[in-house]
């Protein structure tokens, strides 16, 4: 039986990527990010998964919005990483793991989750940025396998935070129907608050950032209850890329262990965080 070990939330600003591609790290702008990151990164090098579901959007990049999947899962061997106008970011390509990315789209579609299936994909900075924040040095591979797991953040209806709490929820039972033994981690990505167009460009709210990143350990049920609009008007238009911690959340038991986290503002023009939970209540 397959067994998620671990879940980590984070930030998927295209600018952390940059800063890493562009050896930036240590410039007093980036430096207390980074800085952050290094407990959740030395706890992660220790706790080498066997596969990786990353819970990302993309941003236009792969998926034309002439045509949006609410929930969609990559099923490929591989997936290059998108040119988004720069040049593909210096970092490995994305293996696949077609037989467990089919065991989940068999398992959710069963559950009534009907999920597009992505048998070709490129990947933009929505996944290879947290990776990155997973594994800074990657070398010629990144450590594991990745199934990505796409969410339409972008376009109006986007998914209720509830489905995506209920999504996860599935995906963890998918993930424990699993036949082989191995060792699962799970991403959600994107967030906090943030909006970058309009005439609230810019918006920050770190009272709606740290509610959420309290509540995402110990009532996520709350979150859930939010509606889409609330997201919005609370964490800014791209802010509700946050939902994507909540299908995080709901493949983890109900009773996790928060190993680190850290809150930084600004990273471009976000409130960046990162949560790193292992999937036990380290009290029994
Ligand atoms: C930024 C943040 C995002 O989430 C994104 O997808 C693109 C850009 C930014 O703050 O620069
Ligand atoms: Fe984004």
Same mark, same amino acid.
């Given at each position: 039986?397959?067994?998620?070990?671990?879940?980590?939330?984070?930030?998927?600003?295209?600018?952390?990527?940059?800063?890493?591609?562009?050896?930036?790290?240590?410039?007093?702008?980036?430096?207390?990010?980074?800085?952050?990151?290094?407990?959740?990164?030395?706890?992660?090098?220790?706790?080498?998964?066997?596969?990786?579901?990353?819970?990302?959007?993309?941003? $236009?990049?792969?998926?034309?919005? &002439? !045509? *949006?999947?609410?929930?969609?899962?990559? =099923?490929? %061997?591989?997936?290059?990483?998108? #040119?988004?106008?720069?040049?593909?970011?210096?970092?490995?390509?994305?293996?696949?793991?077609?037989?467990? $990315?089919?065991?989940?789209?068999? &398992? !959710? *579609?069963?559950?009534?989750?009907?999920? =597009?299936? %992505?048998?070709?994909?490129?990947? #933009?900075?929505?996944?290879?940025?947290?990776?990155?924040?997973?594994?800074?040095?990657?070398?010629?591979?990144?450590?594991?396998?990745?199934?990505?797991?796409?969410?339409?953040?972008?376009?109006?209806?986007?998914?209720?935070?509830?489905?995506?709490?209920?999504?996860?929820?599935?995906?963890?039972?998918?993930?424990?129907?699993?036949?082989?033994?191995?060792?699962?981690?799970?991403?959600?990505?994107?967030?906090?608050?943030?909006?970058?167009?309009?005439?609230?460009?810019?918006?920050?709210?770190?009272?709606?950032?740290?509610?959420?990143?309290?509540?995402?350990?110990?009532?996520?049920?709350?979150?859930?209850?939010?509606?889409?609009?609330?997201?919005?008007?609370?964490?800014?238009?791209?802010?509700?890329?946050?939902?994507?911690?909540?299908?995080?959340?709901?493949?983890?038991?109900?009773?996790?262990?928060?190993?680190?986290?850290?809150?930084?503002?600004?990273?471009?023009?976000?409130?960046?965080?990162?949560?790193?939970?292992?999937?036990?209540?380290?009290?029994?």
């Amino acid at each position: 039986m397959a067994e998620i070990m671990w879940g980590l939330a984070t930030s998927h600003v295209p600018s952390i990527g940059a800063a890493m591609d562009h050896d930036k790290t240590h410039d007093s702008y980036w430096s207390p990010l980074f800085d952050g990151y290094a407990p959740a990164r030395a706890w992660m090098a220790e706790h080498t998964p066997d596969v990786v579901l990353v819970v990302y959007n993309d941003h $236009a990049n792969a998926i034309d919005l &002439s !045509l *949006v999947p609410t929930f969609a899962i990559g =099923t490929a %061997a591989s997936y290059s990483v998108a #040119d988004e106008g720069w040049g593909s970011r210096p970092v490995p390509p994305v293996i696949g793991h077609p037989a467990l $990315a089919q065991h989940l789209v068999e &398992s !959710l *579609v069963d559950d009534e989750f009907d999920i =597009t299936v %992505a048998q070709e994909l490129e990947v #933009d900075h929505g996944l290879t940025v947290p990776l990155s924040v997973y594994c800074p040095e990657p070398g010629e591979a990144w450590p594991c396998p990745v199934v990505p797991i796409l969410v339409n953040v972008l376009q109006y209806p986007q998914p209720t935070a509830a489905r995506c709490y209920a999504l996860g929820k599935a995906i963890g039972r998918a993930v424990a129907s699993y036949p082989e033994n191995i060792k699962v981690a799970i991403f959600g990505t994107g967030g906090m608050s943030h909006q970058l167009a309009g005439a609230r460009a810019g918006l920050i709210n770190p009272t709606f950032d740290r509610m959420f990143l309290q509540a995402i350990e110990t009532d996520p049920a709350s979150l859930a209850k939010i509606t889409r609009e609330e997201y919005v008007r609370e964490a800014g238009s791209e802010g509700i890329e946050m939902i994507m911690w909540l299908v995080m959340r709901g493949a983890l038991n109900d009773e996790i262990t928060r190993i680190t986290e850290t809150y930084h503002v600004p990273a471009s023009n976000t409130a960046a965080a990162l949560a790193l939970f292992e999937n036990k209540d380290s009290t029994k």
